[in-house]
């Protein structure tokens, strides 16, 4: 099999219609206590439009937390948090990019990589307005801060102060380490597949897939499609080789992960 491997956010997507991203005065104003425990019942289904929003905040995410120098754990936190606060609460009750930022401010704290809010806000104002000046500290300011932190505590009783996370990263890391030492080295120096796999574990933050599988499961499926994309066969043995690396992982399982990760592709491509 072979598909083009590609990464996701390229450059940032506009809303339908031209609108853009709100402002920060928009996230400002918005009020984010507002119905703080309602929930999305349990049987309603996540609607096309509300993909494509995670879809962008989710990029919006990742352009700040590598704007702000944060490592792919803590970025990789912010996502997980923002896609768990959206299984409790209605897309429709709180502004998603408000959300995001408090996401990017706790998963700082949470992996020990702390980052100030002024320079989350000033990264975020200079995302939705392109070109402009930092931003002062009057009260647009301030009133933006306190949003921030108070949405910071909305997300922890949302969650209920679970926010520690086991990512896919160090499952990754070692499966690439063991196959490495099963392929011809030469062959391994002509082919990507340790930077696809991990562009293709980054792209699946981008969606709620991040969240529904174990973090096994998908380190091995992001690695099987860079090795089937790059058509690097490994040792034939008793068992296939992700069998050995990972003992509860089936064939249904890498499938269920590699089709999230292409349906995630295709949103990219609604998105632009």
Known sequence: MYIEIYSLGGGRS?????????????????PVWAAAGRRQSGGEAETDRDMKKHF????FIMETGVKLGMRSVPVATACVLYHRFFQRARLQV???????MSCVYLAGKVEEQHTRTRDIINVSHR???SGSVTLECDKEFWDLRDSVVQCELLILRQLNFHVSFEHPHKYLLHYLMSVKSLVNRHAWSRTPV???SWALLRDCYHGAMCIRHT????AIATLHLALDSYGVELP??????????????TKADIDAVISDLLQLYDMEAKCI
């Open 14 to 30: 506009h809303e339908p219609g031209g609108t853009g991203p709100p402002s920060l005065a928009v996230l400002r104003d918005r």
């Open 56 to 59: 962008r905040v989710c990029r």
């Open 94 to 100: 709180y502004e998603p990019y408000l959300v995001a």
């Open 127 to 129: 995302y939705f307005n």
């Open 194 to 196: 340790a930077e696809t």
């Open 215 to 218: 973090p096994q499961h998908i």
């Open 236 to 249: 034939v043995g008793e068992r296939e080789w992700w069998q050995v690396l990972c003992v509860d992982v």
